[in-house]
């Protein structure tokens, strides 16, 4: 089925969102599921279904820039969404809201929607309002009775915890030998420098460049070559990222992505060498205010193609689909030349070639986050969303986000 007018009642179906050419289903997998996976214009259902006998199980999820296809449906008399969301709640009848404001959610117009057919994205500048729609749901009882049962669970493990702990601090050092004799184990890793070494190259992490993604990044030198050195905070939180760069970046070499030299993982210390960018990061000479010059268009033009060539290797040339997953102005570095180099690569994620989507947690920068987001459900074309987020920074010279601008301009992507 084609998608041609997403205020037709029934183009997605009933609980369907339809967002451009393609219908979705809401926190899907969660609280709705598609009808038939290969026909998403048929619609979604609620994966628990709702009972007027147990009111105290519905609750109301939140959709954010969602509307409804019709406006003239049936308005409650509640100007604020607070009272709107309560009164839906009270009716058995009430299966979805459509709250509207123009300024903020404490005074507005209330929608209540009895049988929920397709559901629309909506701009604000399209209509000249915000709007957010509501689903009632109820929780699964099931679903209940498993989270008592873990609270109950987590009081008798706490008590094993107290005994447990000093067995694991007896047991902490092998433990930390054995996570150093995994990153050993690791195929292409790159070369591995002790922390006193490290610490030496930088004067004792002395020379600080700014905060990166997980950590902060220090000037050094090895020998005559300049590096940026970032040392993890929160090691044992930053593992996972910490791993996750030092085996993508260190398989991968492009010019348009950041080279890492080195590594070191000793004990608890974690630290990434990348080769160092002269020019620091992006964000640094497309806005305006800054006190560096404005760039001329030839160098922008240059910056643009050099992040989509990036971008264009980690989609399409590598084994895995590597998806980065916060592309921003502050992970583009620039050398001495303004050649532009992808950076940080703490939230990526690897997509087999043979999968059309992966299920992950939400992750990433407000402001450059894809609508796929909303489900759950993505793929590398999240990226190229938050690079055309941040073309339109390079371009128009200001932040996607921009707090003095009036109320109706404050994010940039609404103004197109």
């Known amino acids: 089925m084609q998608i041609d007018d997403c205020d037709y009642p029934t183009v997605c179906g009933e609980y369907g969102i339809c967002i451009g050419a393609e219908c979705i289903c809401p926190y899907e997998n969660t609280f709705f599921k598609a009808v038939d996976e290969r026909r998403p214009h048929l619609g979604c259902t609620p994966l628990t ?71 629309q994205s909506m701009k604000h500048e399209d209509v000249g309002y915000n709007s957010t729609a509501y689903l009632k749901v109820q929780i699964d009882e099931n679903k209940t009775k498993v989270m008592l049962g873990a609270t109950l669970g987590a009081i008798g493990a706490l008590l ?61 030198e090895l020998g005559e070559e300049k590096v940026a050195v970032k040392r993890l ?14 085996e993508t970046i260190g398989s991968i070499e492009h010019i348009n992505l950041v080279r890492l030299i080195g590594f070191c993982a000793e004990k608890s210390e974690r630290l990434l060498v990348y080769e160092y960018m002269s020019r620091g990061s992006l964000d640094r000479w497309i806005y305006y205010h800054h006190n560096n010059a404005p ?26 689909i590597i998806a980065h997953l916060d592309i921003k102005p502050q992970n583009i570095l620039l050398d001495g030349k303004f ?5 940080d690569f703490g939230l990526c994620k690897l ?12 992750r990433g920068t407000p402001g450059y986050l894809a609508p796929e987001w909303l489900t759950s459900r993505i793929t590398e074309k ?35």
């Not at 184990?185 to 992490?205: A, D, N, V």
Request: aromatic share 10%; hydrophobic share 35%.
């Open 295 to 320: 760039l001329d268009w030839c160098t922008r033009w240059r910056i643009i193609l050099g992040i989509a060539k990036g971008l264009c290797y980690l989609h399409e040339e590598c084994r895995h």
């Open 160 to 220: 094993l915890l107290v005994t447990g702990i000093c067995l694991c601090l007896k047991r902490r050092g092998k433990y930390e030998e054995k996570d150093e004799f995994d990153f050993d184990q690791l195929p292409g890793m790159p070369t591995r420098f002790s922390f006193e070494k490290l610490s030496e190259c930088t004067e004792g992490f002395s020379k600080k460049l700014g905060d990166g993604g997980f950590g902060s990044v220090f000037q050094g």
């Open 233 to 246: 905070e929160g090691a044992r939180q930053g593992k996972k990222e910490f791993l996750a760069e030092v």
């Open 49 to 119: 279904p709702i009972s007027c006998q147990e009111k105290q199980r519905h609750r109301l999820l939140a959709l954010p820039s969602i509307s409804y296809f019709d406006k003239n449906y049936t308005v409650v008399n509640a100007k604020s969404m607070a009272h709107c969301k309560k009164a839906c709640l009270k009716s058995c009848s009430c299966r979805a809201i459509i709250f509207s404001y123009y300024h903020n959610d404490s005074y507005g117009e209330c929608v209540w929607v009895t049988k929920v057919f397709s559901l």
């Open 382 to 416: 999240v990226d190229v969303y938050s690079f055309g987020v941040v073309l339109m920074e390079i371009v128009s010279g200001r932040k996607n986000i921009d707090s003095s601008q009036p109320e109706e301009d404050v994010q940039l992507i609404n103004m197109l």
């Open 339 to 343: 050649s532009a180099k992808v950076a």
């Open 351 to 362: 997509i087999n070639r043979d999968q059309s989507k992966v299920m992950t947690m939400m």
